[in-house]
């Protein structure tokens, strides 16, 4: 099949040339694309902090770690769409690549269209749950019943972004975002400002944009003339590439949703302590964001020039694809995460004129972000496991090393010194000794592809 130049000029070949600049023009449009997402975002909460009040805000905040429990399965899914697409294009199986693509795309749709029922009937006896305040619990509630209305259009916008992601295109995804996010912050003006909607307006105006983003996506790969041109006379689930998205995907969604339940048990254990500290945490992990999602490219980066180098078998190369990686992470993670602790007081008051809520998010800031280059580390490891199609072994390392240390930590050390400093503790503290096992973890494998 010929191919459109503006296909090609998207297109990244990660099997050869220059490997470092081509690390930095693949990772620096996915960093951006984070930021722009947490710029909306932090004008979702901005908004309803400043004219909806302080429980508004503290709704909408203790939300996050419960959707993300209820989503990051199906966002597992097309971690393996990205890596099984990248080792077909790398290796040049055009006929497995199209069929990985409409599979993907349907498994996002039917994703969603669960995930609405799932979020619809579960969100209020599931914030109940996390001892969610009663002042902020019908509130919270409604929020997520309107948000997970947009959940087909959510995962259709990832799976399809993970699938240009692993042709090398990480360009178009962030002109599409930034398209939606546009739409997101101004609908939020009108919803929740001249329409007072609260926590209801907000949502909507995310709903919306989502829709906007997944239009974008599957306009792109429907009119493309590449490979992986999606045909709605194609969009059927192949079996043998469901087992092998399953297969890489699926314990990345289990851990994903396994590491969000120790972070409901930590929501739930900041809730205790009541609706300013909650206001607080919601404003510091919004800050935060920008540094994990920053460090997240690079992990996304690690994922897909990994997979394409072992679908075309170029092993020595990915090596140093794990050494510029982790070289790039933690500079990121050092200068963005010590710029967040440094500028701290400044950026929370953009959140909150509240003295008290700055001062639990200064807290948070110190403790979580200062060091959050551990869990940059901890996150490259990953990607080079997965890419290499070793996805089971980083979510049993994963999830013994930072999960379950989180949750032991919350009903040990937490339990015995209740501060929210200590709580805030475990999180360095299981990525310093996650990273390590992966490290291990990772020697052990190569060595093993070595001798076979």
């Known amino acids: 099949m010929a191919q459109k130049k503006g296909d090609r000029t998207y297109e990244m070949d990660m099997c050869n040339g220059p490997l470092f600049s081509k690390l930095i023009v693949f990772a620096v449009p996915l960093m951006l694309s984070g930021i722009l997402q947490l710029l909306f975002n932090a004008a979702d909460i901005i908004v309803v902090g400043r004219f909806a009040g302080s429980e508004s805000l503290a709704a909408v905040g203790s939300t996050s770690s419960l959707i993300n429990l209820l989503v990051n399965l199906f966002i597992g899914l097309s971690i393996g769409a990205n890596v099984l697409v990248a080792q077909f294009y790398g290796a040049q199986r055009l006929k497995d690549l199209e069929e990985t693509v409409h599979t993907s795309i349907l498994l996002a749709g039917i994703g969603g269209v669960i995930l609405i029922f799932v979020g619809f009937f579960l969100s209020d006896p599931m914030l109940e749950l996390m001892g969610t305040p009663d002042e902020v619990l019908v509130l919270a509630t409604l929020y997520m019943k309107i948000y997970f209305l947009g959940m087909p259009a959510t995962l259709i916008y990832n799976f399809g972004s993970a699938i240009l992601r692993a042709i090398g295109d990480t360009r178009r995804p962030l002109y599409f975002l930034l398209t939606a996010g546009v739409i997101n912050v101004v609908l939020n003006l009108i919803f929740v ?249 990772y020697v052990f494998i190569r060595r093993k592809m070595t001798k076979k």
């Not at 409901?264 to 206001?279: E, H, P, T, W």
Request: include cysteine.
């Open 193 to 441: 400002i001249q329409f007072s909607m609260g926590v209801a307006g907000v949502a909507l105006a995310t709903t919306i944009s989502q829709c906007v983003s997944a239009a974008l996506i599957i306009q792109c790969l429907a009119r493309s003339d590449a490979p992986y041109r999606l045909q709605k006379s194609k969009l059927k689930l192949k079996g043998d590439k469901v087992k092998k998205i399953a297969k890489i995907g699926l314990p990345a969604g289990i851990q994903g949703s396994v590491f969000s339940i120790s972070n409901v048990l930590i929501q739930s254990s900041v809730n205790s302590f009541g609706a300013v500290a909650m206001a607080g945490s919601t404003a510091s992990a919004n800050i935060e964001g920008f540094v994990y999602t920053s460090m997240n490219a690079v992990y996304q980066t690690a994922l897909s020039f990994t997979s394409q180098n072992f679908g075309a078998g170029n092993y020595k190369r990915m090596t140093k694809i794990l050494i510029y990686c982790q070289a790039i992470v933690i500079m990121v993670g050092i200068v963005m995460g010590g710029g967040a602790v440094l500028a701290g007081r400044q950026l929370l008051g953009i959140y909150s004129s509240n003295p008290e809520v700055i001062q639990y998010g200064m807290n948070r800031l110190r403790l979580i972000s200062g060091p959050y280059f551990l869990c940059g580390i901890m996150d490259v490891m990953v990607g080079a496991l997965r890419g290499i199609g070793y996805s089971v072994a980083p979510m049993l390392v994963s999830l013994t090393g930072a999960c379950g240390f989180r949750i032991f930590w919350i009903f040990t050390v937490f339990a015995s010194n209740r501060s929210l400093e200590t709580l805030y503790l475990s999180y360095p503290v299981s990525w310093a000794l996650t990273f390590t096992a992966h490290i291990i973890c």
